[in-house]
C-alpha cells in the first residue's frame, strides 16, 4: 500500500516506533542527571553563603555567585566542540557515554571540595556535560525518529533536565550538603548500564562501510518483525535509501561559501541564534539558577523558598510534558508566539510586584504573587520556547551546513546563558529585581515580534522537504538552484 499524497511507502510500513521511544527515554537518562547538577545550585546557596558554610575560603561574595551561577556556560562551550569533535570519530552513542565522566567529576568535587574554587570547578563541568548533550543528543534523536514524532521525542530532553532538577531541589533541601552528591552519583552511571546496551544509529555505521551492522540496527530502531514480504521491502526501500544518502553524503563533505552566505542560509542561522537568546530571556534557567535567592530577596515570608522552587521545578515539568503531547498538533510558531508572550506578561508582572515592594508598599499579604507569576514565566517557557528552539532552529537550517549551524546556535544559546548568569546577581543589586524582570519581560517581546515576522511554519515538514523549500527560495533569490544533499545525521525517514 502506497500513500498516495506523498508517494512514499516507508513510512506507511514501518510505523513500529515503540523502540524509538525506549532508546530517546534511555538517552535522557543523561539529561536527568544534568539536569541535578543544575538543580544542585539553588538548594545548596543558601548553605554557600551563610556563615556555616562548609568552604573553607568562607561565604560567597556577591562578585563570586555571579561566578559561580555563570561559569557552566563557557564550560559549556567546551563541551559543545569537545563532544562534537568526538562524535565525529566515535558517533553519538558512544560520545554520549563519555558525557557521565564530567558529571562523575561534579559530585566528586562538591563532595570532597572545601574552597570556593572547587565549587568554581565543579560548575564548569556542569556546563561540560549539558554542551555535551546540546551536541550528541539532538542529532541522536534526529537520526532514528519518524517525522511525525520528532518534535515529540525531542522535547524529551528538555522534560527529562527539568525532572532532574526538581530532583535535586528536593533532596536538596531535605538532607545535608554532603549526602547529595552520594545520591546523584549513580545516575550517570545508571545511564552507562542502560545506554550501552543500544545500538549505534544506522547512519553513524553507512559513513563507516558498516553495512550489517546498519542494517541490524535499523530494524530495531524501526521495529522490524520480519512478519511479511511487504514490511521487508518497505525495510529494504529505507536501507537502500540511506545508503544512498551516505555515499553522497560522503562524495560532498565540503562545505562552500555559497552553502552558508545566501538568503536561505543566513535566514536559518539568524533563527537559531535569536531562538537561543530567547530561551535566557524568559529568565527560566535564572530562575533554576537562583530561585530561592529570588524569592527570599522579594520577601517571601509566608511560603518556604524551598517549598516555593520545589513547585516551580514541578511546573516546569509540567510544561514540559505539555509540549511532548501538542508540538506536532499546535504547530512551532503558535507555541513559541504564545510562549514568549505569555512570559513577557508573567515577568512585567512580577516587575510590579518587585517595585512596589522597592518604593515601601506593604505586600505581606500578597507574597504568593511572586510565585504565581514564576510558576506561570516557567510554565508557558517550558510548554514552548524552551523545548522547541532546538526543534525549529533543525527544521529552519539547510541540511549541508545543518550541522555547523546548529553548533553556532549552541554557540549562541551558551553566550546567552552566560551573559544572563553572570549579570543576574549584579543588576539585582545595581538596579534592583524590578528593572531586570522588566528587562526580560521586554525582551520577551521583542523576540515574538521577530518570530512573528520571520519565523515559518515547519511542523510536519520532513528535513528533505525542507531542504527543498530552501532550495526553491534560494533559486528565486539567485537564479540558480543549488544542490542539498540530506545530511545522515539529521535526516530521519520522510513522511
Given amino acids: 500500500m502506497r500513500d498516495k499524497n506523498k508517494g512514499n511507502v516507508t513510512k506507511v510500513r514501518l510505523q513500529n516506533v515503540g523502540n524509538q521511544y525506549f532508546a530517546v527515554l534511555i538517552a535522557n537518562l543523561i539529561c536527568i542527571g544534568h539536569g541535578n547538577l543544575l538543580g544542585w545550585m539553588s538548594p545548596s546557596l543558601p548553605t554557600l553563603l551563610s556563615e556555616t558554610t562548609p568552604l573553607k575560603t568562607g561565604p560567597l561574595n556577591n562578585e563570586q555567585l555571579s561566578w559561580v551561577g555563570s561559569i557552566n556556560s563557557i564550560g559549556a562551550l567546551c563541551g559543545t566542540f569537545s563532544t562534537g569533535l568526538l562524535t565525529t570519530f566515535i558517533g553519538c552513542k558512544r560520545a554520549m557515554i563519555f558525557l557521565t565522566l564530567p558529571s562523575l567529576i561534579f559530585w566528586v568535587l562538591v563532595f570532597i571540595g572545601d574552597t570556593y574554587?572547587?565549587?568554581?570547578?565543579?560548575?564548569?563541568f556542569t556546563g561540560w556535560t549539558g554542551g555535551g548533550i546540546q551536541t550528541t543528543l539532538i542529532l541522536f534523536t534526529s537520526d532514528i525518529a519518524n517525522d511525525n514524532i520528532r518534535g515529540r521525542l525531542g522535547c524529551f530532553t528538555p522534560l527529562a533536565r527539568n525532572i532532574g532538577i526538581l530532583m535535586a531541589y528536593i533532596v536538596g533541601a531535605a538532607v545535608n550538603y554532603f549526602i547529595v552528591?552520594?545520591?546523584f552519583i549513580f545516575i550517570p552511571i545508571l545511564f552507562v548500564v542502560c545506554f550501552s546496551f543500544l545500538p549505534n544509529t544506522p547512519q553513524y555505521h553507512l559513513l563507516r562501510g558498516e553495512s550489517k551492522e546498519a542494517e541490524d540496527s535499523l530494524k530495531f530502531y524501526k521495529g522490524f518483525k520480519g512478519?511479511?514480504?511487504?514490511?521487508?521491502n518497505a525495510l529494504n526501500e529505507e536501507f537502500e535509501r540511506l545508503k544512498s544518502i551516505?555515499?553522497?553524503k560522503k562524495a560532498d563533505e565540503k562545505?562552500?561559501?555559497?552553502?552558508i552566505f545566501n538568503k536561505a542560509a543566513i535566514r536559518g542561522l539568524v533563527i537559531g541564534v535569536v531562538l537561543a537568546w530567547l530561551t535566557q530571556l524568559t529568565g527560566t534557567f535564572i530562575f533554576s539558577t537562583y530561585a530561592v535567592l529570588i524569592f527570599k530577596k522579594v520577601g517571601v515570608s509566608r511560603i518556604d523558598p524551598y517549598v516555593a522552587s520545589i513547585v516551580m521545578a514541578c511546573v516546569q515539568i509540567f510544561g514540559s510534558f505539555c509540549t511532548t503531547q501538542i508540538s506536532d498538533h499546535l504547530g512551532r510558531k503558535f507555541l513559541v508566539l504564545s510562549s514568549l508572550f505569555g512570559a513577557a506578561f508573567?515577568?512585567?508582572?512580577?516587575?510590579?510586584?518587585?517595585?512596589?515592594g522597592h518604593v515601601g508598599f506593604d505586600l505581606s499579604s500578597?507574597?504568593?504573587?511572586?510565585?504565581?507569576?514564576?510558576?506561570?514565566?516557567?510554565f508557558i517557557a517550558s510548554a514552548g520556547i524552551i523545548p522547541l528552539a532546538v526543534v525549529c532552529t533543525v527544521e529552519n537550517l539547510p541540511s549541508k551546513i545543518r550541522t555547523l549551524g546548529l553548533t553556532i546556535s549552541t554557540f549562541g544559546y551558551n553566550f546567552a546563558c552566560f551573559t544572563c548568569l553572570k549579570l543576574f546577581p549584579l543588576l539585582m543589586e545595581m538596579i534592583g529585581l524590578h528593572c531586570c524582570m522588566a528587562i526580560l519581560g521586554i525582551g520577551c517581546i521583542l523576540g515574538a515580534l521577530f518570530v512573528f515576522t520571520v519565523m515559518e511554519e515547519t511542523m510536519g515538514r520532513s528535513l528533505e522537504q525542507v531542504d527543498k523549500e530552501v532550495a526553491r527560495v534560494h533559486k528565486k533569490s539567485y537564479g540558480q538552484l543549488p544542490t542539498y544533499v540530506p545530511t545522515v545525521e539529521t535526516c530521519p525517514d520522510k513522511k
Fill in 246 to 248: 551516505a555515499h553522497e
Fill in 117 to 124: 574554587y572547587h565549587v568554581l570547578i565543579a560548575r564548569i
Fill in 227 to 232: 512478519k511479511n514480504d511487504e514490511e521487508s
Fill in 366 to 378: 500578597y507574597d504568593w504573587i511572586p510565585v504565581i507569576c514564576l510558576c506561570f514565566v516557567i
Fill in 181 to 183: 552528591p552520594c545520591i
Fill in 346 to 356: 508573567g515577568l512585567c508582572s512580577f516587575a510590579m510586584y518587585a517595585y512596589l
Fill in 255 to 259: 562545505i562552500d561559501p555559497k552553502d
